[in-house]
């Protein structure tokens, strides 16, 4: 069984819990970049950020390196922005249809996913999800988010 995980990360948080997850369950990773990133910092990062999502922007991506077709269980990691998933991300279901897969939703926030696993689960509604979990501030408040986000990753496999 083929194993990919697909994020976007800002700031790293979901970069981190990707990282881990792939590691767990022996998973290839795929992050998402796009050609042009909100290069902003400070409270201007939630401005330019929340207006993409506003907008319904669509930042193109680079080329990947990986086809999610060729695998069989998913996980997607996002940011959360504006309270549902990264334009990083609305770039990607636009551009790869994604049907008939295992998948895990996972998002990284300072406090509120809001909307984020519904609008997911929306654009992968052709798709069995296997589960999904939020990690609030997995780098600057660690403690043991990462052996929390291996865990689930496991159960995750074995459904």
Not at 39 to 50: A, E, I, Q, V
Not at 52 to 79: A, H, M
Request: net charge positive.
């Amino acid at each position: 069984m083929k194993k990919l995980v697909i994020f976007y990360s800002f700031e790293g948080n979901t970069r981190h819990i990707a990282e881990n997850i792939a590691e767990a369950v022996g998973a290839d990773l795929l992050e998402l970049k796009p050609k042009k990133d909100v290069s902003s910092s400070g409270f201007m990062k939630f401005f330019w950020g929340g207006r993409q999502v506003v907008l319904g922007k669509k930042p193109e991506l680079n080329e990947f390196d990986k086809n999610p077709e060729d695998y069989d269980v998913i996980f997607i990691g996002t940011p959360v922005w504006a309270f549902t998933y990264a334009p990083a991300l609305r770039s990607f279901f636009s551009k790869i249809c994604i049907k008939n897969k295992k998948i895990a939703l996972f998002c990284c926030n300072g406090g509120n996913k809001g909307k984020t696993f519904d609008a997911m689960r929306e654009e992968l509604k052709d798709n069995h999800i296997l589960g999904e979990i939020e990690f609030v501030e997995p780098i600057k408040g660690e403690q043991g988010k990462a052996s929390m986000a291996r865990q689930w990753a496991l159960d995750m496999i074995k459904k």
